[in-house]
Each structure stands twice: as C-alpha cells, then as structure tokens.
C-alpha cells in the first residue's frame, strides 16, 4: 500500500482531466480491452461524487481512474497511463492504493518520487485488517460475501468456508515443535488443514433479503444470527 503526498507531476503527451458521464462508454470499453469486464457502476458513482479522471494520450481515453485510494480502482493501457493518473492525483485516499509489486517500472517510480510503501499487503491481508469497511460497502450495494474466514463473517460477511485458522496454527506449533526436538525440517511432510469451518450470517442474510437453505444450516459449525 503507497501513501504519500500528492505529487503533482504531468507528463507531455499525457492530458488528465475529470472524467464525465460521457466518457463512460470509451472507459467501460478499455476496461473490457484489459480485463475482460467493465466496472461501469462504479465509475458512474466515482462521476457523480467527482473523484473520477481520465487520461487522454493522441486524442483518446487510455487511461481512467474512479480516484487514487484504497476503494478506487484505475485502469490504463501503458504504465505512462497510470503514472499520469498516479502524478495528477490531489491526494492519495483513505490509507493509500494498492499496486502490485510486480509492476516493478510503477512501483520504483512511487518510490523515486518518495511516496512510501507503508504497508506490504496480501489478499488475506487485506480482507482481514479493512473487513469492516469491506462488508459495510458490500451492503450498501446489496452483494453477498463469501469470505475466508471467520472473523469477516463476524463483521458482516455473508459467510465463509475455510480452514481453521487456530487449528492451522496449531499445527505449525506441532511442526516447530519437532523441529525443536531435532527432526530435520526436508525431512518433514507438507502439512495441509484437517479442519474447515462453515459459518453462515443470518442477519446479513436476512437484509441482503436472501434465504438459507436449511439443509446449508444444518451442516454449519456456526450460524450467526
């Protein structure tokens, strides 16, 4: 996760500007161009609370972002699209964006124009530390959750089915354990979960308006109600 100031950099060639309704139908389609869907609602929304840009390379759209922060997203062809993006931002919202590492030519750039890295974040990760804000926005648009682990279910989710997570650790304790005890670790078997917990959120249900099969409640280790 980047956080810094805004850094205010243009690049020649590249032009941003607030993006508009009308541009939705060329941005829906570079975002399909890229992944294959498009995120239309979210870029409308984005519009009407005016966070949302665009970049415009050779008289056309290459790049648009709903904002730069934690619940934007931004699509772009080129890593110049997105530097662009990134350099126009006023500020970077809630805790900072996510980029993948393995944009190593954006993520040295970030770090060049000394934006800091304040967070190594994994999906787990994710999930787990911003799960309340994550259910919370998943109800406001009425979408199910399914989660991997308790703890979100707890916070809002619809429900989850995953391994143990206390009997993971254990596990690794009775791994250490051995190995403390002198047992060479190549010698060791990879070790997969041996329990999985199905835990299912009626009150979520109950306002996304959704029924539970009582045959699903019949085989959860938790129903929250």
């Not at 805004?6 to 570079?30: E, H, S």
């Not at 970049?55 to 997105?82: K, M």
């Not at 403390?180 to 308006?209: R, Y």
Request: contains cysteine; neutral net charge; glycine residues 8%.
């Amino acid at each position: 996760m980047i956080q810094g100031p805004a850094l205010n950099i243009k690049f020649a060639g590249y032009d941003v500007r607030p993006a508009t309704d009308a541009d939705v139908a060329a941005c829906n389609l570079l975002c399909r161009r890229v992944h294959g869907f498009d995120r239309g609602v979210e870029l409308r929304e984005a519009i009407s609370a005016r966070t949302a840009m665009v970049v415009e390379h050779l008289g056309r759209i290459t790049g648009y972002a709903t904002d730069i922060g934690f619940f934007a997203h931004a699509v772009a062809e080129t890593n110049h699209d997105l530097q662009s993006l990134i350099g126009a931002a006023s500020a970077f919202q809630g805790p900072g964006f996510l980029l993948p590492t393995r944009n190593h030519e954006v993520f040295a750039w970030c770090l060049k124009s000394e934006l800091k890295l304040v967070m190594q974040m994994t999906l787990m990760s994710v999930f787990t530390s911003l799960r309340s804000q994550i259910t919370e926005r998943a109800a406001r648009h009425s979408l199910p959750t399914m989660c991997t682990t308790r703890i979100e279910v707890v916070a809002g989710g619809l429900m989850c089915y995953g391994a143990n997570i206390p009997g993971v650790y254990r596990q690794a304790g009775v791994h250490v354990g051995k190995i403390l005890k002198g047992a060479t670790p190549a010698n060791l078997p990879v070790e997969l979960p041996t329990a999985f917990d199905l835990v299912v959120n009626l009150k979520t249900a109950k306002a996304l308006g959704l029924d539970v099969p009582p045959t699903l409640l019949a085989r959860a280790d938790e129903v929250i109600e």
